[in-house]
């Protein structure tokens, strides 16, 4: 082809000249230019390439970072409300901080005590005292595992100052299953525990008004205002206190139909106080310290206290003794492969051989009680045998058996009392509580030396737990001689006592 070229210009240049024109330009010279031009034109269209494809490289980065961003945003709605709800114009500033509390009981009419024994307000007339209390306009929040108020006259009974106010007031219900609702109710959030923690929901409190609240071992549930032995406190005024369980109460609030947990929580759901930094309050003009915790852990937002952290809080507080009074106590994080859970057993441990506290421990006996509870318990009261400065006792609380063949008088109670501090929660002390399912609890710090007996709420509830530890309805666990709570057997040559 080269070639070719050569000759075709060297034929028209000669061709020029012989006519007298203008030169010919050469075939070669075409040629090169032809191929620089060709040259150029790659070049710029390689850079233009080069351009578009940067430019869309830019493009499909700028599209991921808004779609991140706008799925982010999607979440964080989704999951929370980010402003979460209005509290009525309450902060921590102008909140109530001298509150007056009392303790509510419900103790079953087969139940019964010395004429001398100490007695509280009926369960029942505390919640119905909250309802009364209920200002229009305003809110009553509760928390239930279930509502079945269905049996005999119970519904009609505790409902009838609820069904009066239904018209001026939000009522605002939580639950995990419901039975039996009022016709008269607001509003009832679900939530769907299995999806979010494979657990329940055993919270159980009340916060009327963001002014009053309850918090205890009943449900709402007809057993626990007739034949359940319950305890629980109601504090009224007390604004401080009552927006810090309102927030627990909003964190629930807003799982409904939630199938995760989200993994930021909006700062309307922190806690305002915790184990760390206490809300200091008057309780019926008594110096108080207290804070609310919950569980599981993964509900706890910031600066929550885990209710875990909040009984190793009052026992490693504790100087001369820790009382303990719930349904069941049960080492292991799940009953069937019987995995031990070491948390709570190894600080009484630890308070009874390290530092000499006396430790009495009340359970129920009754017909779910696990037979392995006696064991755990033996061998927590083994520890202090031939050793002079430990004590440790346990006495399990027998229900009585109905014609029916039903149990009345099952101690419910859910606390622990030491000589500075009461915990009240939702929780019995098995593993499985305290890893999978909800619940709240309160912690009341008071400093001991008030002139005045049983002034105090700690002091009240240790009068409490002593009427229950020496009633006739418990049985002491003692050598060879096991509690037949239940028709389950286990493997020993023991006799019921």
Not at 263 to 279: G, H, I, P, T, Y
Not at 311 to 320: P, T
Not at 352 to 370: G, P
Request: hydrophobic share 40%.
């Amino acid at each position: 082809g080269g070639l070719f070229f050569r000759h075709a210009a060297s034929a028209t240049q000669h061709m020029g000249s012989l006519r007298g024109g203008p030169p010919v330009v050469p075939a070669n010279t075409i040629y090169r230019t032809v191929q620089q031009q060709d040259y150029s034109a790659g070049i710029w269209l390689r850079r233009k390439e080069k351009k578009l494809e940067h430019s869309q490289q830019k493009c499909i980065v700028i599209f991921a970072l808004v779609c991140c961003f706008a799925v982010l945003v999607a979440l964080i709605f989704s999951a929370v409300d980010v402003w979460g709800e209005d509290e009525d114009g309450i902060t921590e500033e102008n909140c109530n901080k001298n509150c007056r509390v009392v303790l509510v009981e419900n103790i079953p009419e087969d139940v019964t005590f010395s004429e001398n024994g100490t007695s509280h307000l009926p369960l029942s007339a505390g919640l119905h005292s909250l309802l009364d209390l209920a200002v229009a306009g305003h809110s009553v929040e509760i928390v239930s595992p279930q509502w079945n108020l269905n049996s005999s006259d119970y519904e009609s009974r505790f409902l009838q100052s609820s069904r009066q106010h239904c018209t001026i007031i939000m009522l605002r219900f939580l639950s995990l299953s419901i039975l039996s609702f009022p016709t008269c109710v607001g509003e009832v959030h679900y939530i769907n525990m299995t999806a979010l923690t494979k657990g329940f929901l055993h919270s159980s409190f009340w916060v009327v008004d963001r002014q009053h609240i309850y918090i205890g071992s009943a449900t709402m549930d007809w057993r626990s205002l007739s034949t359940m032995k319950e305890l629980g406190i109601i504090v009224y005024n007390c604004s401080c206190l009552a927006l810090d369980l309102h927030r627990v109460f909003n964190l629930y609030w807003q799982l409904q139909y939630k199938d995760f947990i989200p993994s930021m929580w909006s700062k309307r759901l922190s806690a305002l106080w915790n184990k760390d930094e206490n809300l200091p309050l008057l309780f019926n003009n008594t110096k108080a310290e207290v804070f609310v915790s919950s569980s599981p852990d993964v509900f706890c937002p910031k600066d929550r206290t885990r209710d875990l952290d909040a009984i190793a809080y009052v026992i490693q507080k504790a100087k001369r003794f820790i009382y303990i009074s719930i349904t069941d106590y049960l080492p292991l994080t799940n009953r069937n492969a019987h995995r031990y859970w070491s948390r709570i057993d190894g600080m009484l441990r630890e308070a009874l051989i390290l530092r000499n506290i006396e430790v009495r421990l009340l359970v129920s006996c009754w017909e779910q009680t696990h037979p392995l509870t006696f064991n755990f318990v033996w061998s927590l009261k083994t520890l202090c045998m031939e050793l002079a400065n430990c004590s440790m006792e346990a006495k399990f609380f027998s229900p009585r058996k109905q014609r029916d063949g039903t149990l009345q008088g099952i101690n419910h109670n859910r606390f622990m009392v030491t000589d500075s501090a009461v915990y009240i929660g939702n929780f019995d002390w098995v593993g499985n509580e305290f890893t999978f399912n909800a619940g709240a609890g309160m912690v009341i710090s008071q400093a001991e030396g008030v002139k005045e007996k049983n002034s105090t709420l700690v002091e009240q509830v240790r009068a409490t737990f002593e009427r229950d530890w020496y009633s006739r309805h418990t049985k002491s666990l003692q050598a060879n001689k096991i509690p037949v709570c239940n028709k389950l057997k286990t493997k020993t040559n023991c006799r019921g006592q």
